[in-house]
């Protein structure tokens, strides 16, 4: 059974950087099947892919149009877990932030619990 | 503006079925297959329907996916007081090449 879990900081000022982890139990975040992913969720902009990491004989990211300037996901083969950066936030970052697997069904199957990231002063 | 079109609400009383529509574009559920999610208040998305019409196990019988052309649909048979939630289509976008999601109906039973 894969179980995602994951940490970081619920309050973020503006222009600073967000930075949450998902810890992998079940799976491997080096499987060559798997794709790992972070979704957002707010009241406004509702459920918006960010992007993800996955491992084919070497390792790709993609990232959403509207925020590839800012981003980074980053896999953590030593602790199998993986981790999202957003720099330079705003208001607009506020939201419930969920991390997710792609397997073999090729559907976002699992999902972390989310973490409410709030951007304020 | 969700990629996904869906209606922001339904409405069904126990028993009942009913049905939920979920409308792209040839760039998303026209070349790709769709999933369906079932959003509790306070928790993550629960998948309910993959590969179009496909259920993981333990989803109960009563949910069933269909799709033709750029739309889908999600039906739900002998509605229960804990089918109500917010359910979610989504598919991947060749154009954008990422994950895209509809708004989320409200199933509220009556």
């Known amino acids: 059974q894969v179980q995602l879990q994951q940490s970081g900081p619920g309050l973020v000022k503006p222009s600073q950087t967000l930075s949450l982890t998902c810890a992998i139990s079940?799976?491997?975040?080096?499987?060559?099947?798997?794709?790992w992913n972070w979704i957002r969720q707010s009241p406004s902009r509702g459920l918006e892919w960010l992007g993800r990491?996955?491992?084919?004989?070497?390792?790709?990211?993609n990232y959403a149009v509207s925020v590839k300037s800012r981003i980074t996901i980053n896999p953590d083969t030593s602790k199998n877990q993986f981790s999202l950066q957003l720099n330079s936030v705003t208001l607009e970052d506020t939201a419930v932030y969920y991390c997710?697997?792609?397997?073999?069904?090729?559907?976002?199957?699992?999902w972390g619990q989310g973490t409410l990231v709030t951007v304020s002063s | 503006q969700s990629v996904l079109t869906q209606p922001p609400s339904a409405s069904g009383t126990p028993g009942q079925g009913v049905t939920i529509p979920c409308s792209g574009s040839?760039?998303?559920?026209?070349?790709?297959?769709v999933n369906w999610y079932q959003q509790l208040p306070g928790t993550a998305p629960k998948l309910l329907i993959h590969?179009?019409?496909q259920r993981p196990s333990g989803v109960p019988d009563r949910f069933s996916g269909s799709k033709s052309g750029t739309s889908a649909s999600l039906a739900i048979s002998g509605l229960q007081s804990e089918d109500e939630a917010d359910y979610y289509c989504?598919?991947?976008?060749?154009?954008?090449?990422?994950?895209?999601f509809g708004g989320g109906t409200k199933l509220t039973v009556l």
């Open positions: 989504a598919a991947w976008d060749n154009n954008m090449f990422g994950w895209v």
């Open positions: 997710a697997r792609v397997g073999g069904s090729g559907s976002l199957d699992y």
């Open positions: 590969s179009d019409n």
């Open positions: 040839s760039s998303n559920i026209g070349s790709n297959t």
């Open positions: 079940g799976d491997s975040v080096s499987s060559n099947s798997a794709a």
């Open positions: 990491t996955y491992y084919r004989s070497r390792w790709y990211n």
